[in-house]
């Protein structure tokens, strides 16, 4: 199934029926994750799914998915990756969904190797929103290629709070993603980043395999002067 489409009208839905979805669906939102395109194949998730969460940014929905790794170096952007493809794919099908955080599992508590959780269901409006509807930065403000079609994908990528920690510095046929330096008190309350940015890379790579290009990232911490931007950290590169 191509996500791409997706990309452009998916708005996060919060306000849900409490009708579960049959249960053939969940066979079928397995076998959708086990095929989505990983950012890093050696770094593996496992995900199950709850029916009650608690937690600060609680929404009241009939199903959640709660993703977990192993503490490997990659799992919160490999997390946003992935799962932001389910996300997609959801509303292909008509289903809503929204990102939570780490809301934790009412009956057993948080895992400390939890990552994220992601409420979803059928809703009470509509899972789609016209292109006018999302709430960004003017893409000037996130990159020097606002006509890259790749980039102008991952410009409408969500994020925690809205907060759209990236910038993408094009140089001839490189990216590369740099990562904002929250200020206080984001800076205490917020740790969500790397899953923000694996959101985007998403998108990005969603954008990619729709004009047939390649998708290849590579994850950089880069010391090198040149490459520094005031207020960012550099994350990784494309190429």
Not at 55 to 71: M, Q, T
Not at 97 to 119: C, F, I, P, Y
Request: hydrophobic fraction near 35%.
């Amino acid at each position: 199934m191509d996500l791409y489409a997706s990309i452009f009208k998916r708005k996060a839905c919060r306000d849900f029926t409490q009708e579960t979805l049959p249960e053939e669906i969940f066979e079928k939102i397995s076998q959708a994750i086990e095929g989505f395109q990983p950012l890093y194949p050696d770094v593996p998730l496992r995900y199950r799914f709850v029916t009650q969460t608690k937690g600060l940014f609680r929404v009241r929905a009939p199903h959640y998915l709660i993703v977990s790794g192993e503490g490997r170096d990659g799992e919160k952007e490999s997390c946003g990756f992935i799962f932001q493809q389910l996300t997609l794919w959801f509303n292909a099908h008509g289903i809503g969904s929204v990102w939570l955080g780490v809301a934790k599992e009412k009956k057993h508590g948080r895992n400390q190797r939890d990552l994220m959780t992601l409420a979803f269901g059928k809703t009470k409006g509509s899972v789609d929103r016209r292109i006018d509807e999302f709430i960004r930065k003017p893409i000037e403000q996130i990159t020097n290629a606002v006509n890259d079609l790749c980039i102008r994908a991952a410009h409408l990528a969500p994020s925690g709070l809205n907060l759209q920690p990236w910038y993408w510095g094009k140089e001839k046929e490189r990216v590369l993603l740099y990562e904002k330096k929250l200020c206080f008190p984001f800076s205490l309350v917020y740790s969500l980043s790397h899953v923000d940015l694996g959101i985007a890379l998403c998108h990005y790579a969603l954008a990619c395999g729709h004009i047939n290009k390649p998708f290849r990232f590579k994850r950089v911490d880069g010391q090198d002067a040149a490459r520094k931007k005031k207020g960012y950290g550099l994350f990784g590169e494309l190429s």
